[in-house]
């Protein structure tokens, strides 16, 4: 079954870095676009918002506007991990991150991961 598992969370000071790891397995991973979202803290779950996608075969990236330049997708489809590299943290980047894939006709979700910013 399609089995999605983050990690690296943390709490990390304004300015600091974190890297999120996802774990997948299940289902053909290189040819499945990957994303990331986030829920922040109280937002109901269809306020969580798109922060990366990456195509199969990393051809493109998009990100969202407020973490462009900051935050970098990658994936390494031999290990079947997608990763999110977060640059110059901020106290508004605090949310429950989540990867998660569309794999017709369902959408799967991991359990999430805590990113805490404090200033």
């Known amino acids: 079954q399609v089995q999605l598992v983050e990690y690296g969370g943390g709490l990390v000071q304004v300015g600091g870095s974190l890297r999120l790891s996802c774990a997948a397995s299940?289902?053909?991973?290189?040819?499945?676009?990957m994303n990331w979202y986030r829920q922040a803290p109280g937002a109901p779950v269809k306020e969580r918002e798109l922060v990366a996608r990456i195509s199969g075969a990393s051809a493109w990236r998009n990100y969202l506007d407020s973490v462009k330049g900051r935050f970098t997708i990658s994936r390494d489809n031999a290990k079947n991990m997608v990763y999110l590299q977060m640059n110059n943290l901020k106290p508004e980047d605090t949310a429950v991150y989540y990867c998660?894939?569309?794999?017709?006709?369902?959408?799967?979700w991991g359990q999430g991961t805590q990113v805490t910013v404090s200033s």
């Open positions: 998660n894939a569309w794999i017709d006709p369902n959408d799967y």
């Open positions: 299940g289902f053909t991973f290189g040819t499945t676009q």
